[in-house]
């Protein structure tokens, strides 16, 4: 596994086994690449926190962005994404969102929070307007999730 900067630039770092503690070796990681075999990753020293299973591939922090809308054609309050969130109203307040724009990676949206009801594939490009999404009057999405291994 290779850790690096932003978008493979900067400081690099070659790890080929287990390692409780990186922070020796770099302050943080925005972009990995996975050159043989697969890696469990930890947000935390001591392979605590959010665990991430990466195998042979690139990885870049950022690659998954998204901007939500309270209101149609981008209007009202908006908040930006670059991780699942399992229920719009308790991360922001919003009863859900009627507009976004996906700037990076493709998302699936939820009807339901934690990732239930109908779903709807999201992939880069501005949706101004979700009422015209789905049947009888179209959908209100509660819930998101990163698709994290496609190949499109």
């Known amino acids: 596994m290779k850790g690096e900067g932003m978008n493979f630039q900067g400081r690099s770092w070659d790890c080929s086994g287990d390692c409780a503690d990186m922070s020796s070796y770099m302050n943080r990681c925005h972009s990995c690449r996975v050159e043989r075999g697969c890696f469990m990753v930890y947000d935390r020293t001591n392979y605590m926190g959010n665990q991430y299973f990466m195998r042979r591939g690139e990885y870049h922090r950022g690659s998954y962005r998204i901007r939500i809308y309270e209101r149609e054609n981008f209007g009202g309050q908006m908040y930006e994404l670059m991780d699942d969130c399992d229920n719009i109203m308790d991360r922001y307040r919003m009863n859900s969102f009627m507009s976004c724009n996906v700037m990076d990676g493709h998302w699936l949206m939820y009807e339901q929070p934690m990732y239930r009801g109908r779903q709807m594939y999201m992939?880069?490009?501005?949706?101004?307007?979700?009422?015209n999404m789905g049947s009888s009057g179209g959908m209100r999405f509660m819930s998101m999730r990163r698709i994290m291994d496609s190949y499109y």
Do not use: A, K, L, M
Request: overall charge positive.
């Open 123 to 131: 992939r880069p490009g501005e949706y101004r307007n979700f009422t």
